[in-house]
């Protein structure tokens, strides 16, 4: 184990930012060598005469930098830097992520990135082609590999239905400009997506949130909005759904496809988690394909950044219209990310992603599970996120200021509801960058403050 400890300058920085800085200054300098072994992170809190939590912060942002890796029952270890005479990571990237989002963990499998990154060939072979103005709704070999991709959700559209589209907010905005006009209704769950609030309320559309119990939107609660609302659509996020981690089951399913059938009401099916799930129930896509337009976003199950979409609309006409709105709105979906999702399809890269994205999402949530035990909470084995209720108390936006900085997004109950007031809950993300370690110290903050223990950092 190396002997280190940080020097610090007059920077003005917090300390945890001037740890991290003196681990890069210790590393480019030689002072620390890859593979050396840092303080156990107790350890170095006594001799600085910080709390552990600091610690742990300067640990998590030295490894957001590509700087260290963290092995549990291990310990910390600086890594390599790279080759000089070769493509580097640039840390500004690293630092880059938006933590209001929902976000996935991130693939650290070194075998894994290695296929992901062989794809990237095949897209700097086709570099020149791919930089044209093509098909607003994706090539036919993008197509076929989008149809490749649902057919394992149990979808097996004409080709004519699908489309590749410049990711699930998009499509979205689309397909309501297509549905509804200002002042009209659409229902959704009492609780739901932020983003559909977003798009409502640019669209001048009204939102009509549909009770809910543990099984998704109440049955006859719909049937009677539909004949007191007249709406356009119906929007479900009804896999894993965010923020609440509930997924509709099967025969609940089929019960809010009769009537839509009954109804002939449109359904927008945001089934963002839908490959994250092992066994999810079949789409609604496949129980009442006449009426839905399903939009398999991409950023849950293999990355945000590919802003793509595979979409599915009712029929060819319905294909058309989606293609026409989205000509206007985006002119067509990024063909550098359509190349490279095409590639990792074929190549099977997509669906290791996918599992290797589920297996960790799994790991996570036991964490959690252990760490918040007693605390009340919705999860899902497999979801990315928890549903916290707060303690008598706490409130949201107390507890979010506290969590400020320690690397866990974290919404509070405003931004999802639709239905009567918010109540104190917030959404804890549990994904992005941070580690295992990382989100275990993040989450025992989280419930010391929770039992009104402060932390000073």
């Not at 057919?151 to 998009?170: E, F, K, Q, W, Y």
């Not at 109950?413 to 104190?424: I, K, M, N, Q």
């Given at each position: 184990m190396k002997t280190w400890v940080p020097i610090f300058g007059k920077s003005g920085k917090p300390r945890y930012l001037e740890i991290a800085d003196a681990i890069e200054r210790d590393a480019d300098s030689g002072i620390l060598s890859p593979g050396d072994r840092l303080p156990p992170q107790r350890r170095l809190a006594e001799v600085l005469d910080l709390d552990f939590t600091t610690i742990s912060r300067a640990y998590t942002e030295a490894q957001s930098?590509?700087?260290?890796?963290?092995?549990?029952?291990?310990?910390?270890?600086?890594?390599?830097?790279?080759?000089?005479?070769?493509?580097?990571?640039d840390p500004r990237r690293a630092r880059e992520q938006d933590l209001s989002m929902n976000l996935p963990p991130e693939p650290d499998d070194p075998a894994l990135l290695a296929a992901m990154r062989a794809g990237l060939d095949t897209v700097a072979a086709n570099l020149v082609p791919l930089l044209r103005y093509q098909s607003t709704t994706g090539s036919d070999m993008d197509r076929s590999a989008a149809l490749s991709?649902?057919?394992?959700?149990?979808?097996?559209?004409?080709?004519?239905?699908?489309?590749?589209?410049?990711?699930?907010?998009?499509?979205?905005?689309?397909?309501?400009?297509?549905?509804?006009?200002?002042?009209?209704?659409i229902l959704c769950e009492g609780i739901t997506y932020p983003g559909l609030r977003s798009i409502a309320a640019r669209a001048g559309l009204t939102l009509i949130g549909l009770p809910m119990d543990a099984h998704g939107i109440l049955p006859d609660a719909l049937s009677a909005a539909i004949r007191s609302h007249g709406p356009k659509a119906l929007y479900l996020n009804p896999t894993l759904q965010n923020p609440t981690t509930l997924t509709i089951p099967a025969p609940r399913r089929m019960e809010i496809a009769e009537i839509l059938l009954r109804h002939g009401l449109p359904l927008v099916e945001d089934d963002a988690y839908g490959f994250i799930q092992p066994g999810a129930p079949a789409p609604f896509a496949t129980l009442a394909p006449e009426l839905t337009w399903h939009i398999g976003g991409l950023a849950k199950c293999i990355g945000a950044g590919l802003r793509l979409a595979f979409t599915i609309a009712p029929d060819s006409r319905a294909a058309y219209q989606l293609a026409q709105m989205l000509r206007v709105t985006n002119v067509m979906a990024p063909t550098l990310s359509m190349a490279l999702v095409t590639r990792w399809i074929e190549d099977g890269t997509a669906d290791r992603i996918c599992r290797f994205i589920r297996a960790e999402s799994a790991a996570r949530q036991a964490i959690a599970a252990e760490v918040l035990h007693g605390f009340g909470f919705g999860a899902d084995s497999h979801a990315f996120n928890i549903w916290l209720g707060l303690p008598d108390g706490v409130s949201r936006a107390e507890l979010m200021g506290r969590m400020n900085g320690h690397g866990i997004g974290i919404m509070p109950?405003?931004?999802?509801?639709?239905?009567?007031?918010?109540?104190?809950?917030v959404r804890v993300c549990l994904g992005g960058s941070i580690s295992r370690e990382g989100l275990r110290t993040g989450l025992s903050f989280l419930a010391n403050t929770l039992n009104g223990e402060v932390w000073l950092g």
């Open positions: 930098r590509g700087l260290v890796e963290s092995h549990v029952g291990r310990g910390t270890f600086v890594r390599a830097r790279p080759a000089q005479d070769g493509p580097t990571a991709w649902l057919s394992m959700r149990g979808m097996v559209p004409n080709l004519d239905r699908i489309a590749v589209t410049p990711g699930a907010h998009a499509t979205m905005t689309a397909v309501f400009g297509i549905l509804a006009s200002p002042g009209d209704a109950s405003d931004a999802f509801t639709v239905l009567g007031p918010p109540d104190e809950h």
